[in-house]
């Protein structure tokens, strides 16, 4: 089997001369975890990282204790201007096919003012930008088009699924801000102040790129690469954190640890718009994609097998109970059962009072102390999907790759459900109640997802009534009426020699 790969660069910055922050080397760790936890879960996928990073004294520590945990101790070079705009994009020069590339950027976002070339479709003449580790002092900012430029070459040609995840203020214009001073509370915004250099068009990498940008009544439209970018705010508004990290980077790393990094962008960007605007008020995580349809692809690849979730636990000393860090926002419910491990300690416990973003349970024997401990779901609280196929060794080793506490799959045996393999090798969900209908003179089942999407040659359209099927052979469409519980925008559609 060819070994695929999953390339990450990260930038992050917390020790800035002039504004330092305190949470995005926290956010490179969280994410690098969750990238080198998927990759374990896969079969044949590498991890290949590089790391730009501008680190605190406090960060050293953190970054070597990681490093010896994970068994790879971190090397890294300074995200400045200069390492931005000529190596860091480099790394993803070998990714082919098959191959996935990732960029996380955590640190300050800024504004600046844009040329004229740029005015006719933005009524704020700004541009939202990058802070490098040098942007205050020997260099400039990383502005919105720039980052779009080198994105496009790294990107443009390439067959590898491509993401972008920015963590920072502006981040919706592809871009985190300087906190003003004397902010407060937990939390405060990554912005930093614009530093007053005035660009020309001509001063921006890419200006003079071929096909880069387009002229269009004398305004300059950049081209744009095919990935999915996932941004911590709008472009007008304030990204926030913590000393524990950003709270857009913390609130996706939970949602993805807690489905095994099994959900479309799309899925993910919905939950993210409630929890983070929950936690920050007037901050709005947004995704875009150069292709619509690609926000509807399963994070990193619709290949990638589940990991297993695991949350963390800790005893609340205030309510005297343990707190699980996932509730039903991680779609935990009551009734599910959770096994909870803490070195030697292991405990099977069934969860019975969920919250929004977290769970109460109670775990006799468990030291309170403890700041180790982890629950992973072995049984959802909804009764697993039960589903007979045929022996069938394919199907058999790609269920056994993970856990999936939703669904029980049985080999000769019988089910609600039965998978029904046609000539083309694909797999249809079929179920087995619904022996009035008939095709060829031979009794013909419903299909559980029947939809225009799943139309093959050779299949026919049920146009009659349930107790009168009438089958149109060759047709081209697969569209039945609303009868016997079938929506209108389903059809009946079924093999012609099942």
Known sequence: MQERRLYAAFAGINAYPDSPLSGCIQDVLRVDRLLRSQCAAQEGLAYHPAYYLLPNN????????????????????????DNFTTRLFTHFADAKAGDICVFFYSGHGSQTAAPPEFYFNNPSRRLQTIVCADSRTTARDLTNKELAYLLWKAFGNSEAHCLVITDCCHSGG???????????????????????????????????????????????????????????????????????????????????????????????????????????????????????????????????????????????????????FGGALHGLAPGALLDIRDGAFRLEAELRDVEALFSLIDIPGLDTASETAKATLTRAAAPAL?????????????????????????????????????????????????????????????????????????????????????????TSTCNGPRSKGLMATNALCMPATI
């Open 58 to 81: 406090a960060d050293l520590r953190l970054l070597e204790q990681y490093g010896a945990a994970t068994g790879a101790p971190l090397t890294w070079l300074p995200p400045t201007f």
């Open 386 to 474: 039960h589903i007979a196929s045929p022996p069938d060794a394919a199907l058999e080793k790609a269920l056994g790759a993970g856990k999936f506490p939703l669904l029980k799959v049985g080999f000769g045996e019988e089910a609600g459900y039965e998978v029904y393999r046609p000539a083309d090798g694909s797999y249809v969900l079929l179920e087995k109640t619904a022996p009035c209908l008939y095709s060829g003179g031979r009794p013909a089942r419903r299909c559980f997802f029947p939809t225009r999407s799943a139309w093959r040659p050779g299949w026919r359209r049920w146009t009659g009534s349930a107790s009168t099927p009438v089958w149109a052979a060759g």
């Open 174 to 324: 592809n871009t985190r801000a300087l906190a003003p001073r004397g902010a407060g509370g937990e939390f405060r915004p990554r912005f930093h102040a614009d530093a007053g250099k005035v660009l020309a068009f001509t001063d921006l990498l890419g200006h003079d790129a071929p096909g880069f940008y387009t002229n269009e009544n004398g305004g300059m439209k950049p081209a744009i690469a095919r990935y999915v970018h996932l941004a911590a705010c709008r472009a007008d508004e304030l990204a926030q954190e913590s000393w524990r990290g950003g709270i857009f980077t913390g609130r996706l790393m939970d949602a993805l640890l807690a489905n095994g990094g099994a959900a479309s962008y799309r899925d993910l960007m919905w939950r993210m718009q409630t929890v983070v605007t929950a936690a920050a008020g007037q901050q709005h995580p947004v995704a875009f994609a150069a292709r619509e349809a690609d926000l509807d692809r399963r994070f990193l690849s619709d290949a990638m097998q589940p990991i297993v979730p695991a949350f963390d636990v800790l005893f609340d000393v205030s309510l005297n109970r343990w707190k699980i």
